[in-house]
């Protein structure tokens, strides 16, 4: 096990020892929110995991996350890099 291996694997049990509710939901717009739930040891419980959301529309669901996570649509839009794009429409 290398040195940088070492330091991670105690940094990461520092600090899951440190976290104080198991039942967090990370939002976040890119994959950050997948590695702090691996990290700390907790259950993937946010509606975004493994997702990108470019900043602009990020800032939109967020401040309407009622309206996008119950009252919406995902449609698909189309592939990019052998991805699937799709979008989340609210229904009003």
């Known amino acids: 096990m290398g040195y940088k291996s070492l330091l991670r694997k105690l ?3 520092y600090f899951q020892k440190k976290v104080q509710n198991k039942e967090c939901i ?3 717009n890119d994959c950050t929110a997948g590695f702090l739930y691996k990290e ?3 259950q993937y419980k ?3 995991i493994w997702n990108y959301i470019p900043d602009k529309e990020f800032l939109l669901f967020i ?3 009622d309206d996008y996570l119950f009252n919406s ?3 698909f839009d189309h ?3 052998n991805y ?3 979008i989340l429409c609210p229904q009003k």
Do not use: A, F
């Open 11 to 13: 940094y990461c049990y």
């Open 26 to 28: 990370i939002i976040s």
């Open 40 to 42: 700390l040891g907790v």
């Open 46 to 48: 946010s509606p975004t």
């Open 63 to 65: 401040n309407n996350l």
């Open 73 to 75: 649509k995902i449609m």
């Open 79 to 81: 592939y990019e890099k």
């Open 84 to 86: 699937p794009v799709c």
